[in-house]
């Protein structure tokens, strides 16, 4: 799998990383074996995003949305790892946030979280840069 041999390639240079999975209804029951992938991969953070009404999410999140408290719940009876730092990104905290997918291009929620547009490819490191000082990941 291609975002696989990525992240082993990633780690052997040393590079941090993070993993971040969408939880949704129909995944919930994989979310313990991803916490065991990303420890036994020596990923630097697991993020556990919830999914959000924009793009393809717009038709599915009627039957597979999660409450912050349905995610929360879930979470908190996860087996985690000590040396795994998890987190969650509920949808309150999602404005204004980049990402880069397994296409190979970087997103930005806007900041109401509302849409999300596809800035640019990223081939090299420097595609990593972040010339918004507004924005606070990547």
Do not use: C, W
Request: hydrophobic share 40%.
């Amino acid at each position: 799998d291609l975002a696989v041999r990525g992240l082993r390639s990633a780690r052997k240079h040393k590079i941090p990383l993070q993993i971040q999975v969408v939880a949704m209804r129909s995944t919930i029951h994989d979310l313990q074996d991803m916490v065991s992938f990303a420890a036994e991969e020596g990923v630097n953070g697991l993020t556990i995003l919830q999914m959000l009404p924009l793009g393809e999410g717009v038709k599915l999140h009627e039957q597979e949305g999660l409450t912050d408290d349905e995610l929360r719940g879930i979470v908190f009876k996860l087996v985690i790892p000590e040396q795994l730092r998890l987190r969650i990104r509920y949808r309150k905290d999602a404005g204004g946030v980049m990402v880069i997918r397994a296409d190979s291009y970087v997103y930005r929620n806007d900041n109401k979280d509302l849409s999300i547009i596809r800035l640019r490819e990223v081939n090299r490191g420097e595609d990593l840069h972040i010339n918004d000082p507004t924005n606070s990941s990547a």
